[in-house]
């Protein structure tokens, strides 16, 4: 890509930026909730690519001052300063140009958004149930070290420890666009603490990672939703099997059924259901979109293919292998204590240049 294709795509944006950080300011825009909110989503997402274009201009205008005192100069000390300028300012060009051309593809849509994490036991008996904790623990880890809050919402707990399944949402900066790449079917390979004659055993767990939707995303008609209450059941003090504040909605056109009970409060747990039916209603059109452009992909990184095995954790070699992009690691205490941010780096980097190569930049 030319410089002054670059520069012609960026402007372009610039232009948009302004025209957008008028509207917002105008009264009839901040009377319409629903598109000052879009709008201000939109001016966000834009100024990276605003403050890109500035460093751009920048250096492309220091780089035709060198060249042209080079033409100019006659002072030797000079000269040699503008050849040093012009080798730096040359290195940096192509670098920029990359970071560029990465900002220029349109961003997944929801990758800014919050998200609901759903962790489930699959084969492997009381092992998956186990492993399943296990995973919950390392991404609560993880979104400690990130600033992020998780919150359960409901949970059904193993037998011998961990969960048959938990479900819980994740609120802070672009949460969904890290935590996507965490969907699909997580094996381990271990002894388990029910074994007694010291043999490996592979156990699975299924994670789901949704962006959460809003009130905005979806329109969703209380006539079509029934409300149920019922007791809490699990640990929570004197309130459990005495108040019914758990709260069970069913979504009568599609079926889906959510619950909360994580919360004492009827009030909350009625918020945080209402909160994932909205969620899961909204996925069912994501799923579509995940699914076109996985076809149109070799590779999904972040996959719309939620059945897809996609890493194992092998304890006796102290190992972790991400079968998307053939990478492994030799640190899995560090990994299983929320130090995940290694292999989200790599599979960002696989799917940037799937990004790139399907967008012609």
């Known amino acids: 890509m030319s410089n002054n294709t670059i520069l012609a795509k960026l402007e372009g944006l610039t232009e948009k930026y302004q025209e957008i950080s008028?509207?917002?300011?105008?009264?009839?825009?901040?009377?319409?909730?629903?598109?000052?909110?879009?709008?201000?989503k939109e001016y966000k997402e834009l100024e990276p690519i605003v403050e890109a274009c500035a460093d751009y201009k920048k250096i492309l205008h220091d780089l035709n001052s060198?060249?042209?005192?080079?033409?100019?100069?006659?002072?030797?000390?000079?000269?040699?300063?503008?050849?040093?300028?012009?080798?730096?300012?040359?290195?940096?060009?192509?670098?920029?140009?990359?970071?560029?051309?990465?900002?220029?593809?349109?961003?997944?849509?929801?990758?800014?958004k919050n998200a609901i994490l759903e962790i489930r036991a699959g084969s492997g008996g009381d092992e998956?149930?186990?492993?399943?904790g296990d995973l919950f623990r390392m991404y609560a880890k993880f979104a400690e070290k990130k600033g992020?809050?998780?919150?359960?919402?409901?949970?059904?707990?193993?037998?011998?420890?961990?969960?048959?399944?938990?479900?819980?949402?994740?609120?802070?900066?672009?949460?969904?666009?890290?935590?996507?790449?965490e969907s699909g079917v997580h094996r381990v390979q271990r002894v388990p603490q029910t074994e007694t004659q010291g043999r490996v055993h592979t156990s699975a767990a299924s994670v789901a990672v949704l962006p959460e939707a809003d009130e905005f995303d979806i329109e969703l008609n209380m006539n079509d939703v029934r409300k149920d209450t019922f007791c809490s059941s699990g640990p929570g003090g004197q309130s459990v099997n005495t108040t019914y504040s758990a709260i069970r909605l069913t979504h009568i056109p599609s079926g889906i059924v959510v619950q909360c009970q994580d919360e004492k409060s009827q009030i909350k747990n009625y918020d945080k259901a209402l909160s994932e039916l909205r969620t899961r209603l909204y996925n069912l059109e994501y799923e579509k979109y995940l699914n076109e452009i996985s076809s149109q992909r070799k590779t999904m990184v972040?996959?719309?293919?939620?059945?897809?095995?996609?890493?194992?954790?092998?304890?006796?070699?102290?190992?972790?292998?991400?079968?998307?992009?053939n990478y492994t690691m030799y640190n899995l205490p560090v990994f299983m204590d929320g130090d995940i941010q290694e292999v989200i780096a790599q599979l960002q980097l696989a799917e940037n240049a799937e990004r790139l190569k399907d967008s012609e930049l």
Request: with cysteine; proline share 4%; hydrophobic share 35%.
């Open 22 to 40: 008028h509207q917002i300011s105008d009264p009839a825009v901040m009377a319409d909730m629903k598109r000052y909110v879009a709008l201000n």
């Open 66 to 112: 060198a060249k042209a005192l080079l033409v100019t100069e006659k002072e030797e000390d000079m000269r040699e300063m503008a050849k040093q300028e012009i080798e730096q300012l040359e290195e940096k060009i192509p670098v920029l140009e990359e970071e560029i051309k990465l900002l220029l593809i349109p961003a997944d849509p929801q990758d800014s």
């Open 128 to 132: 998956a149930s186990i492993f399943a």
């Open 148 to 181: 992020w809050k998780i919150t359960v919402n409901s949970s059904s707990e193993g037998t011998v420890g961990g969960f048959k399944e938990v479900i819980c949402e994740v609120r802070g900066t672009g949460v969904y666009g890290i935590m996507k790449y």
């Open 302 to 325: 972040s996959t719309g293919d939620r059945s897809a095995k996609i890493r194992t954790y092998n304890y006796p070699q102290s190992r972790v292998t991400d079968h998307r992009i």
